[in-house]
């Protein structure tokens, strides 16, 4: 593996059971229906990038980051930090020392902050978990500090989450994310809960923070301008698959995949020089039955006989790669 | 020119608390003319929602509409008793609102929701009624409407439901709809899709749109005009393109370099120092001064909604009599 290689994920898939219970399912003769949100996702993260996660409701995005820190294990593939497995059982005694390298902000702060915690006590909690603070003293100059460092003063750590706005709180997750000395960051949607004014403050804030630390982000997010401010790569989720992964520059001034255009195509557009905004076909389709081959082909303009029983795989040009067969064999 | 569908006058929204009267939305005035979509754009709490909910008399105590007027056609309609606003709302001024699982009931198969709307406001039969659900289904773009018609509210999907609800506010031909964030909610493929018929509606059926939501990218879109709003004021109140390419209002201007932009490069973005400001605490003249950039001694005092070109404004920068203070500083 590249020394540059943070975060790497390989063939990362769940699958959740929705079925109905047992006896529900004996009585009325229906079989188990599962739901697969991620589908043999591969990517790698190098250090110091931002690396973002796109697609619509349902794409499987939360998914991948939830994987990605641990929250919940993957029904196959894997996801290894600097070369130590997140998963596999031989690693458990050097993924202890990894935890704190990883942390995560959530998209919502008005739910992902105890409320009946002091706001010191949140940022407090990484330090008192690993033990990387000597006494009471150390920590509550930490805890000044990272108050200092977002934004905040040092007097509202005596303060309860609900009087803060949002964007405070946002701030007090990211202190929390910080306090423990991460390189990775996985962000999943942290400004969708936020006005734009204060967007702008909180993504300013993570870029200084990533440039002053050296920070690695998985940034994960719905909307493309947002990401195209902040990534370096980006990839794009459909139906749990990664249809393209590229640079931010080239993504956004040649996407290759139809799904990308079309996504790209949708953004309102704030100059509004008159171009015309595409009514995009339909709609993403049920994850319970993915239509077969290309899970993009009902809503594809360029889609062939090929892509309705074929599943295409990645191929690279330059730096980007896409899965579609159109753009493989060179048709678009 | 004919008189405008909907005219506020000097809108004043107060809540009574055990702090004293909180001013929600202080001294709004705005006219929106028949095919007209006005885009109402403001940060959480600047008042826009609440602006929405007055015009269709659907302010909640302890709100309450402490001065001003709201005409519909030139017809006060602010001081109606409850009865009479119920047979104006539905029929005359339709609503769409963010959350389109919330705003159906999901007990009823859309198709009786939509007929006893129509039966509420029209003079047809239950059959007419029925047939007219079914073109109205159709005309919102859902297919198959005869056999959608009897499903419920959790078969459909997000843009498919914000699209009932749209046919909902169509049901009695309504002159004025109010949209309160209708594509917040929804992806941007599908966004894409309400805007589009948002806008033909508009154009088809001369309906008035008065359209409440925080993102620029489909007021740029959608809208003829754009009021901003800040602190429950009108900042500034003109022609879209005006707004979006030459704003006057500091706010406005610091609003439009916050927005995250596709063509714009991997660069920092432009933000507006503190946040609005709370209820409990609006400042003293303009209430944007303290964040502004511009601010001088006349901010102090509240500057009026005064015409700036093809826009108004009300910013002491653009106005020319600018009061007595600034000549001591």
Known sequence: MSPDVLVKADRLSRVFDVSKPWL?????????????????????????????LVG????????????????????AGDVQLD??????????????????????????????????????????????????????????????????????????????????????????????????NPEFIVCDEPTSALDVSVQAQILNLMRDLQDQFGLTYLFISHNLAVVRHMANRIGVMYLGRLVEIAPARD???????????????????????GRPRKAVEGEVP????????????????YAFDRCRGERPDMTSAGASLAACHAVAEGRI | ??????????????????????????????????????????????????????????????????????????????????????????????????DPLTSLN????????????????????????????????????????????DNYPHQFSGGMRQRVVLALALCAEPELIIADEPTTALDVSVQAQIIALLKRLCAQHGVAIMLITHDMGVIAETAHRVAVMYAGRIAEIGPVRDIISRPLHPYTQGLMGAIPTLTGDRARLEQIPGSMPRLTAIPQGCAFHPRCAHAFAACQQRPELLPAGPSQVACWLHHNAVPALEASS
Request: net charge positive.
């Open chain 1, 251 to 273: 993504l956004f001034a040649a996407p290759r995949h139809p799904y990308t255009r079309m996504l790209l195509d949708a953004v309102p557009d704030l100059t509004a020089s």
């Open chain 2, 106 to 149: 999901p007990l009823y198969r859309i198709g009786d929701q939509l007929v006893e709307t129509i039966l509420t406001h029209t003079r047809l039969t239950p059959a007419e009624a029925r047939d007219k659900a079914v073109a109205l289904l159709a005309e919102v773009g859902i297919p198959a409407p005869e056999s959608r018609i």
């Open chain 1, 24 to 52: 529900n399912r004996v009585i009325e003769r229906e079989p188990r229906k599962l739901v697969i949100a991620v589908a043999g996702l591969s990517f790698a993260i190098m250090r110091r990038e931002t690396f973002a």
């Open chain 2, 1 to 98: 020119m004919t008189a405008p569908v909907l005219s506020v006058r000097d809108l004043r929204i107060e809540f009574a608390t055990r702090r004293g009267r909180l001013v929600a939305v202080d001294g709004v005035s705005f006219d929106i003319a028949a095919g007209e979509v006005l885009g109402v754009v403001g940060e959480s709490g600047a008042g826009k929602s609440l602006t929405g909910s007055a015009v269709i008399g659907l302010i909640e105590p302890p709100g309450r509409i402490a001065g001003g007027e709201i005409l519909l056609r030139g017809e006060r309609i602010d001081n109606l008793p409850p009865s009479r606003m119920r047979l104006l709302r539905g029929k005359r001024i339709g609503m769409v609102f963010q």
């Open chain 1, 83 to 180: 070369g130590v497995s997140m998963f596999a059982r031989e690693d458990e005694g050097k993924r202890r020392q990894l935890r704190h390298r990883i942390q995560m902000i959530f998209q919502d702060p008005y739910a992902s902050l105890n409320p009946r915690w002091r706001v010191g006590d949140i940022i407090a909690e990484p330090l008192r978990a690993f033990g990387l603070a000597a006494d009471a003293a150390a920590i509550e100059a930490r805890v000044c500090a990272l108050l200092r460092l977002v934004g905040l003063d040092p007097a509202d750590a005596v303060k309860y989450p609900h009087e803060f706005s949002g964007g405070q709180r946002q701030r007090i997750a990211i202190a929390r994310a910080l306090s423990a």
């Open chain 1, 56 to 75: 619509e409701s349902g794409s499987g995005k939360s998914t991948v980051a939830k994987m990605v820190v641990g929250l919940i294990p993957p029904t």
């Open chain 1, 286 to 301: 049920n994850p319970i039955a993915p239509p077969p081959g290309c899970t993009f082909h009902p809503r594809c303009p």
